[in-house]
């Protein structure tokens, strides 16, 4: 979809608490296109209020599975970022978001781009 959000003139920009260097390991990881930001001890998240810290048994098991958290956010605080999408108008006003504390729940690229038509 992120062809055709461009089309509508908008730009898409991911903001991630990992390491630059991890930020954009991924972004190449997953061929992403667009730009990826780093949001080193999530400090733009914090002001957005979305930060979150991990469950002790949630740590467990990332570091079961390998996920390394710690070492990827740069820090021992284990907070990560609720997901979230904002569509912000031309003003740099927000005029829709999108959160939910599942994270496997995230805004369609469809209803994205009916958002993006509504401006």
């Given at each position: 979809m992120y062809p055709a959000i461009k089309e509508a003139g908008a730009s898409l920009i991911a903001i991630s608490p990992m390491l630059p260097d991890n930020s954009l390991s991924m972004a190449e990881k997953h061929g992403l296109t667009f730009d990826v930001l780093s949001d080193k001890g999530n400090g733009v998240a914090a002001q957005y209020g979305i930060v979150f810290r991990l469950a002790?048994?949630?740590?467990?098991?990332?570091?079961?599975?390998?996920?390394?958290?710690a070492g990827a956010n740069g820090d021992q605080s284990f907070e990560l970022p609720v997901p979230a999408?904002?569509?912000?108008?031309?003003?740099?006003?927000?005029?829709?978001?999108?959160?939910?504390?599942?994270?496997?729940?995230?805004?369609?690229?469809a209803d994205i781009l009916v958002q993006l038509n509504e401006l």
């Open positions: 002790d048994e949630m740590i467990k098991l990332y570091d079961k599975f390998g996920l390394d958290v999408t904002y569509v912000v108008n031309s003003d740099r006003h927000i005029t829709y978001a999108f959160l939910d504390v599942d994270h496997t729940l995230r805004m369609e690229p």
